[in-house]
Nanobody, 122 residues
């Protein structure tokens, strides 16, 4: 079992920055695929970024060059550094984990966090 707890959300003006954290339980953190997803009001959940156990990373196009996903295996923590935030980044952000890439890529991981709200104002 893996438990995921996000933190770091909040309200920020456009152009600002936030860093989200996801604390994971369990000793398989380092080998899992980890990712961040988000869901805006009235929209479906979308993939934001994924990082593999060996550090390979993918981003959705709209956040490339603005967001950075990283993880600290010693602290069992996943991060999402978000810079140059835009109002369209407003959403509930979720941490996710899975031992396999495909399930995570298609938004069907075994484990989800409870989410943390990010609101970007003009």
């Amino acid at each position: 079992q893996v438990q995921l707890v996000e933190s770091g959300g909040g309200s920020v003006q456009a152009g600002g920055s936030l860093t989200l954290s996801c604390a994971a339980s369990g000793d398989t953190f380092s080998s899992y695929y980890m990712g961040w997803f988000r869901q805006a009001p009235g929209k479906g959940r979308e993939r934001v970024a994924i990082i593999s156990g060996d550090g390979s990373i993918t981003y959705r196009d709209s956040v490339k060059d603005r967001f950075t996903i990283s993880k600290d295996n010693a602290k069992n923590t996943l991060y999402l550094q978000m810079n140059s935030l835009k109002p369209e980044d407003t959403a509930m952000y979720y941490c996710a984990a899975d031992p396999g890439f495909t399930r995570l890529w298609f938004g069907r991981p075994n484990y989800w966090g409870q989410g943390t709200q990010v609101t970007v104002t003009v």
